[in-house]
Protein backbone atom coordinates (compact mmCIF):
# COMPACT_ATOMS: atom_id res chain seq x y z
CA UNK A 1 0.00 0.00 0.00
CA UNK A 2 1.44 3.22 -0.76
CA UNK A 3 0.67 6.53 1.84
CA UNK A 4 0.24 10.01 1.18
CA UNK A 5 -0.23 12.42 3.93
CA UNK A 6 -1.54 16.00 3.71
CA UNK A 7 -2.54 18.54 5.95
CA UNK A 8 0.14 20.33 7.79
CA UNK A 9 0.98 23.82 7.77
CA UNK A 10 1.93 26.36 10.46
CA UNK A 11 -0.32 26.98 13.15
CA UNK A 12 -0.01 29.43 16.73
CA UNK A 13 -0.17 27.64 19.13
CA UNK A 14 -4.01 26.43 20.87
CA UNK A 15 -5.08 26.00 17.11
CA UNK A 16 -5.95 23.26 15.31
CA UNK A 17 -4.86 21.07 12.18
CA UNK A 18 -6.42 18.02 10.43
CA UNK A 19 -3.40 15.44 8.91
CA UNK A 20 -5.28 13.50 6.00
CA UNK A 21 -3.38 9.84 5.14
CA UNK A 22 -4.55 8.35 1.61
CA UNK A 23 -3.70 4.75 1.05
CA UNK A 24 -3.52 3.61 -2.05
CA UNK A 25 -3.91 -0.10 -3.20
CA UNK A 26 -7.05 -2.51 -2.19
CA UNK A 27 -5.87 -3.78 1.52
CA UNK A 28 -7.10 -0.49 2.76
CA UNK A 29 -9.93 -2.01 5.22
CA UNK A 30 -7.28 -5.01 6.16
CA UNK A 31 -4.48 -2.77 7.89
CA UNK A 32 -4.24 -0.66 10.89
CA UNK A 33 -2.58 2.45 10.50
CA UNK A 34 -0.24 4.75 12.90
CA UNK A 35 0.83 7.97 12.85
CA UNK A 36 4.04 8.99 13.96
CA UNK A 37 6.35 12.36 14.40
CA UNK A 38 9.83 13.43 14.10
CA UNK A 39 11.25 16.87 15.62
CA UNK A 40 14.67 18.17 14.42
CA UNK A 41 16.99 16.37 15.50
CA UNK A 42 15.00 14.20 17.46
CA UNK A 43 13.92 9.90 17.20
CA UNK A 44 10.77 9.46 15.60
CA UNK A 45 7.88 9.07 18.06
CA UNK A 46 4.83 7.18 17.90
CA UNK A 47 1.79 9.34 18.20
CA UNK A 48 -1.00 6.97 17.96
CA UNK A 49 -2.75 4.30 16.13
CA UNK A 50 -6.09 2.76 14.82
CA UNK A 51 -7.18 -0.91 14.39
CA UNK A 52 -8.84 -2.48 11.46
CA UNK A 53 -11.75 -2.20 13.88
CA UNK A 54 -11.33 1.25 14.37
CA UNK A 55 -10.22 0.77 18.31
CA UNK A 56 -7.53 3.71 18.97
CA UNK A 57 -4.48 4.72 21.29
CA UNK A 58 -2.56 7.96 21.32
CA UNK A 59 0.38 8.66 23.75
CA UNK A 60 0.18 9.92 26.70
CA UNK A 61 1.18 13.91 25.67
CA UNK A 62 -1.43 13.83 23.11
CA UNK A 63 -4.49 12.09 25.15
CA UNK A 64 -7.48 14.82 24.90
CA UNK A 65 -5.66 16.91 22.16
CA UNK A 66 -5.32 14.03 19.24
CA UNK A 67 -7.88 12.36 17.79
CA UNK A 68 -7.11 9.66 14.90
CA UNK A 69 -10.24 7.68 12.73
CA UNK A 70 -10.62 6.10 9.32
CA UNK A 71 -12.55 6.15 6.65
CA UNK A 72 -12.80 2.96 4.76
CA UNK A 73 -14.88 4.01 2.07
CA UNK A 74 -12.21 7.27 1.28
CA UNK A 75 -9.08 4.71 2.39
CA UNK A 76 -8.37 7.84 4.78
CA UNK A 77 -6.87 7.88 7.99
CA UNK A 78 -6.89 11.11 10.05
CA UNK A 79 -5.03 12.56 13.02
CA UNK A 80 -7.52 15.40 14.14
CA UNK A 81 -4.89 17.76 16.71
CA UNK A 82 -6.24 20.26 18.68
CA UNK A 83 -5.25 22.66 21.30
CA UNK A 84 -1.83 22.13 19.73
CA UNK A 85 2.05 23.30 21.13
CA UNK A 86 4.79 24.40 19.98
CA UNK A 87 6.48 21.21 21.24
CA UNK A 88 4.07 19.35 18.75
CA UNK A 89 6.21 20.68 15.73
CA UNK A 90 7.27 18.10 13.49
CA UNK A 91 7.30 16.52 10.52
CA UNK A 92 4.38 14.13 10.99
CA UNK A 93 4.28 10.55 9.25
CA UNK A 94 1.60 8.02 8.62
CA UNK A 95 2.26 4.03 8.75
CA UNK A 96 0.80 0.99 7.64
CA UNK A 97 1.00 -2.10 9.74
CA UNK A 98 1.95 -3.94 6.39
CA UNK A 99 5.24 -1.21 6.35
CA UNK A 100 4.29 1.43 4.46
CA UNK A 101 5.60 5.11 5.12
CA UNK A 102 4.26 7.99 3.70
CA UNK A 103 6.63 10.55 2.66
CA UNK A 104 5.50 12.98 5.96
CA UNK A 105 3.44 16.48 6.58
CA UNK A 106 5.21 19.40 8.46
CA UNK A 107 3.23 20.75 11.39
CA UNK A 108 4.41 23.66 12.86
CA UNK A 109 3.14 25.59 15.38
CA UNK A 110 4.04 28.49 16.60
CA UNK A 111 4.17 30.30 20.24
Request: proline share 2%; charged share 15%; glycine share 14%.
Amino acid sequence: VQLVESGGGLVQAGGSLRLSCVASGSTFEINGFAWYRQAPGNKREWVGGITIGGSTMVVDSAKGRFTISRDNAKNTVYLQMNNLKPEDTAVYYCKSNSGSWGQGTQVTVSS
